[in-house]
């Protein structure tokens, strides 16, 4: 049973601020990792996808991916409140993918 | 990214009867999955969509309740069979592109409330 953990929150930081996902996976040979943001009442939308160990940046989100301790986060820099969701963890292998539970996150103004 | 829609974006249907949910995809996709989301939870897979072939369903879900068509490319249906308040959920198509490793995309999901 593949299963992908995260903490379910609320995380609330203040506006400008680091935020710091985390997500842990137990099937050692996935391939591919994904970070998903659903706002409430949508559908999820892709914002980051890490294949390879180590970091990954795009604009003001960065993914870090660590196969050894099978774990992967997502840091978003200079948090607005816009960024107030819920961020999916995806983990894949073979076109699949296994869904976190999904943390909630509060960027306060 | 290819854009997905699904219709209906809602409905409100009673206990027993059927409701078919369609996804279409602009552009030729090579998989299709559908998913259930309950209220307040995570994504549950049901099914992978299979062009041409009958779909391959996830453990605690079956055919007979949840149908599925993909007669083409861009193109899938899901049915919701005799359904009851426990169907009540959003239901949700995503897509892999060609070339796009494991990268799904999902439609704007479809709504349901069972009376």
């Known amino acids: 049973q593949k299963e992908v953990e995260q903490n379910s929150g609320p995380l609330s930081v203040p506006e400008g601020a680091i935020a710091s996902l985390n997500c842990t996976y137990s099937?050692?040979?996935?391939?591919?990792f994904f970070w998903y943001r659903q706002y409430s009442g949508k559908s999820p939308e892709l914002i980051m996808s890490?294949?390879?160990?180590g970091d990954k940046e795009d604009g003001r989100f960065t993914a870090q991916l660590n196969k050894a301790s099978q774990y992967v986060s997502l840091l978003i820099r200079d948090s607005q409140p816009s960024d107030s969701a819920t961020y999916l963890c995806?983990?894949?292998?073979?076109?699949?993918?296994?869904f976190g539970g999904g943390t909630r996150l509060m960027v306060k103004p | 990214s290819a854009v997905i829609s699904q219709k209906p974006s809602r409905d409100i249907c009673q206990r027993g009867t059927s409701l078919t949910i369609q996804c279409q995809v602009d552009s030729q996709v090579t998989m299709m999955f559908w998913y259930r989301q309950q209220p307040g939870q995570s994504l549950t897979l049901i099914a992978t969509?299979?062009?041409?072939?009958?779909?391959?369903?996830e453990s605690g879900f079956v055919i007979d309740k949840f149908p599925i068509s993909r007669p083409n490319l861009t193109f899938s249906t899901l049915t919701v069979s005799n359904m009851s308040p426990e169907d009540s959920s959003i239901y949700l198509c995503s897509v892999v592109s060609s070339g796009r490793k494991d990268e799904q995309f999902f439609g704007p999901g479809t709504r349901l409330t069972v009376l």
């Open positions: 995806a983990v894949g292998g073979g076109n699949m993918l296994t």
């Open positions: 969509a299979n062009q041409g072939s009958e779909a391959t369903y």
């Open positions: 099937d050692r040979v996935s391939q591919s």
């Open positions: 890490i294949y390879s160990n």
